[in-house]
């Protein structure tokens, strides 16, 4: 609705500066021609007027079509990004609007359908009820989810990493232990909660939602809220960039030494490749020492 308005406003401004100019011209011509004899005889014989004229009008000149070459190769750029890369959006969430804009595409994308989540620990995303996907896991047909376990060392990696000292292992836990209350809430015969938790130094942040992929990448020194976030959209396209994040996903969830979280018995379940079940460990009771995960 505010977009329409804006539009209209856009189109009523630029037709009255048109109506403007184009009632005025009878006025500019006729001062023009009444003025310009008088004008050139101040000026003819000035020639240091003339040559500053040249001067300025070259410069101007220059500029003018440094601008348009430019700009013809940011819209050659921008076109083999939306068109063969498949880059819809690159947010930086600078402005509170911006993040309700894009908090609500990521609502009407995630409604009703499946939901796939890689992430750290979950809780600003869909735990905190500001969070992007909060109302999307609440909507949603069926969700995987994979997060870090805070026990392993890529969470001691990514711990030390930042330079925020409230991020520490302790808090790892604490945010996934929500993360897991919260998804727990949400498991119900009607809707299907999967959760998985991998061990690595955390690489991407990848929602897949319908026909769009939103991601981020974890910096090593930076909080990934500074970090911009990529859109990119599903098309046939060989060099869409949407497949190869969508199968990143997909690689990590069929890997059998990334264990599912059993959320009725507190468990984390390894399986070989087969899928077969090999072992449980209770997560509750997981410590983390130098030499790993005990």
């Known amino acids: 609705m505010f977009k329409d308005i804006k539009n209209i406003i856009h189109h009523i401004i630029i037709t009255a500066l048109s109506a403007s100019i184009a009632l005025s011209l009878p006025y500019t011509g006729k001062f023009i021609a009444d003025n310009y004899l008088i004008y050139w005889a101040l000026i003819e014989n000035k020639k240091v007027f003339l040559i500053s004229v040249e001067i300025a009008v070259a410069v101007l000149l220059i ?3 440094d601008f348009l070459g430019r700009s013809w190769e940011n819209r050659k750029f921008a076109r083999i990004a939306r068109n063969d890369m498949g880059l819809f959006l690159v947010s930086h969430r600078e402005s509170l609007r911006t993040r309700k804009r894009l908090k609500k595409f990521k609502e009407q994308q995630g409604t009703a359908k499946d939901v796939m989540i890689i992430g750290s620990t979950g809780s600003n995303t869909f735990v905190n009820p500001e969070g992007d996907l909060h109302r999307v896991m609440q909507n949603c047909r069926e969700a995987r989810i994979i997060l870090l376990n805070p026990f392993s060392e890529g969470a001691v990696a990514r711990a030390k990493c930042i330079p925020d000292p409230d991020v520490t292992l302790e808090h790892f836990k604490e945010q996934i232990t929500k993360s897991i209350e919260f998804l727990k809430s949400l498991s119900s015969p009607q ?3 999967r959760l998985k938790l991998y061990e690595e130094t955390p690489l991407f942040k990848l929602a897949v939602l319908g026909d769009y992929v939103f991601m981020k990448y974890y910096h090593a020194d930076v909080n990934i809220k500074e970090m911009p976030e990529y ?4 098309s046939p396209k060989h060099g869409n960039l949407f497949h190869p994040l969508y199968q ?12 599912e979280y059993d959320f009725g018995a507190d468990d984390l379940v390894y399986r070989d490749a087969s899928g077969n079940e090999v072992k449980r460990v209770k997560f509750s009771e997981m410590t983390f020492t130098k030499a790993g995960v005990a």
């Open 248 to 259: 990143f996903f997909l690689s990590k969830w069929r890997d059998s030494n990334i264990p």
């Open 191 to 193: 809707k299907v909660i």
């Open 231 to 234: 859109i990119f959209k599903h």
């Open 63 to 65: 500029i003018f079509f």
